[in-house]
């Protein structure tokens, strides 16, 4: 009798010490588990409205770019580039310069939420300059292109999507 008894307390000591070590060891959290912040790359990558964005940002190899810094970005959707008038192949097809150039045109240095940018001229990443103005009824415009959707957040900046492709003219 004696012995069932000490075998059963053996297997209720060897359950609690399993059950304690696997839970000690299955918390553990290791890099590969953790899900990272998506950057501006990643957002226009994984949104099928920026597909022709996509194409020019990958030809121009600026994704890495759009990965680091904190940035405002201007980005004309799908429906911006053909009302527009402008292709990827149109761009693609230009100097790598000018390719980059005209992405960088609809990026500023720094991260403004919609509420927070600044009227008047502001530098852009291709060191040309874009209007925003904003209008009685809270409409924003960047060199006339109507900001569409406001304030889609990155880990490393924000994305404000535009109606039209900016231009300097």
């Known amino acids: 009798m004696k012995k069932i008894n000490f075998v059963s307390r053996y297997r209720a000591f060897f359950l609690i010490a399993v059950l304690f070590s696997g839970t000690i060891f299955s918390c553990s959290e290791s890099d590969k588990d953790l899900v990272?912040?998506?950057t501006i790359t990643d957002v226009i990558f994984e949104n099928e409205q920026f597909s022709i964005l996509k194409e020019i940002i990958v030809s121009t190899k600026m994704g890495d770019?759009?990965?680091?810094?904190?940035?405002?970005?201007?980005?004309?959707?799908?429906?911006?580039f053909l009302s527009?008038?402008?292709?990827?192949?149109?761009?693609?097809?230009?100097?790598?310069?000018s390719a980059m150039s005209f992405v960088k045109y609809h990026i500023l240095g720094k991260r403004y939420e919609f509420a927070?940018?600044?009227?008047?001229?502001?530098?852009a990443l291709n060191k040309g300059y874009l209007k925003i103005l904003k209008t009685a009824d809270s409409t924003i415009?960047?060199?006339?292109?109507?900001?569409?959707?406001?304030?889609?957040?990155?880990?490393?900046?924000?994305?404000?999507?535009?109606?039209?492709?900016?231009?300097?003219?």
Request: proline share 4%.
């Open 36 to 38: 990272k912040p998506k």
């Open 65 to 80: 770019a759009l990965r680091t810094d904190e940035l405002t970005v201007f980005a004309p959707n799908n429906a911006a």
């Open 84 to 97: 527009s008038g402008v292709s990827a192949g149109s761009i693609t097809s230009q100097t790598p310069d």
């Open 116 to 123: 927070s940018l600044k009227t008047g001229e502001n530098k």
């Open 141 to 169: 415009t960047v060199n006339r292109a109507v900001i569409i959707t406001k304030n889609i957040n990155a880990a490393n900046g924000v994305i404000h999507v535009v109606d039209r492709v900016l231009t300097e003219k």
